[in-house]
Nanobody
């Protein structure tokens, strides 16, 4: 059974930091592009960041550039999202996803999804 499991979410004050993790099990995702998405209440799921399977390529949505960093450890089958300088508008459920192919920003392109972890940033 394929699983992506996110962890690391929580409640943090504006300006604070969180590190999200996404552990994969059930198959080897080491050659898959990994992405992070988020969904706030009443809004569509939006792309946050993605990393190529080698880790050599990354891509971020403009609103998180300079604040968030995506990385991966293929030996641990885990992808991370380091979030610094958090803002209340970053509040959302964060999902990790995997796709066999190059970096993509559309949620529909990703075949595998975790169940999400809540991130709440208070002002």
């Amino acid at each position: 059974q394929v699983q992506l499991v996110e962890s690391g979410g929580g409640l943090v004050q504006a300006g604070g930091s969180l590190r999200l993790s996404c552990a994969a099990s059930g198959r080897t995702f080491s050659r898959y592009t990994k992405g992070w998405f988020r969904q706030a209440p009443g809004k569509e799921r939006e792309f946050v960041a993605a990393i190529s399977w080698t880790g050599g390529g990354t891509y971020y949505t403009d609103s998180v550039k300079g604040r968030f960093t995506i990385s991966r450890d293929n030996a641990k089958n885990t992808v991370y999202l380091q979030m610094n300088s958090l803002k209340p508008e970053d509040t959302a459920v964060y999902y990790c996803a995997a796709v066999d192919g190059p970096i993509r920003v559309g949620p529909a392109s990703y075949a595998y999804w975790g169940r999400g972890t809540q991130v709440t940033v208070s002002s």
